[in-house]
Nanobody, 123 residues
Framework: QAQLVESGGGLVQAGGSLRLSCAVS????????VGWFRQVPGKEREFVARINSAGGITHYLESVKGRFTISRDNAKNTVYLQMNRLIPEDTAVYYCAAAASWVAAQLNQYTYWGQGTQVTVSL
C-alpha cells in the first residue's frame, strides 16, 4: 500500500514557475514508478510526465517538453514536477500516481493516486 499527497499548486501568472511535490508514504517507494497527470473539468485526465524507480528514465507529454522537469528524491520519498514558462493551458488539477513497475503512460496502469493539487495560470 502507498499513500500519495500532492502539494505546491497555486495561482501563477503566465511565464511563471511552480514546483509540485508528491510525498509517498508506505514501504517500497524506491520500487515505484511515479507519474504526474492533470485534469480540466469536463475533460479526461491526461498524462503529463513519468519517472522510473531509479530516476534515470523520464517521459513527457509533448506539449510540456522543455518546460517541465520530473525528478525524485528517494531519500525523501518524494517526486517533484518543476513547471517553468507556464501557460494558461497548463491550468488543471494535477495528480501524482504510483505503479509497482515501469508501466505505460496510461491511467489504468497506476495503482495509487493522490487527491490532486490545483494549478491556475492567469494571463
Amino acid at each position: 500500500q502507498a499513500q500519495l499527497v500532492e502539494s505546491g499548486g497555486g495561482l501563477v501568472q503566465a511565464g511563471g514557475s511552480l514546483r509540485l511535490s508528491c510525498a509517498v508514504s508506505g514501504r517500497n517507494f524506491n520500487a515505484y514508478a511515479v507519474g504526474w497527470f492533470r485534469q480540466v473539468p469536463g475533460k479526461e485526465r491526461e498524462f503529463v510526465a513519468r519517472i522510473n524507480s531509479a530516476g534515470g528514465i523520464t517521459h513527457y507529454l509533448e506539449s510540456v517538453k522543455g518546460r517541465f522537469t520530473i525528478s525524485r528524491d528517494n531519500a525523501k520519498n518524494t517526486v517533484y514536477l518543476q513547471m517553468n514558462r507556464l501557460i494558461p493551458e497548463d491550468t488543471a488539477v494535477y495528480y501524482c500516481a504510483a505503479a509497482a513497475s515501469w508501466v505505460a503512460a496510461q491511467l489504468n496502469q497506476y495503482t495509487y493516486w493522490g487527491q490532486g493539487t490545483q494549478v491556475t495560470v492567469s494571463l
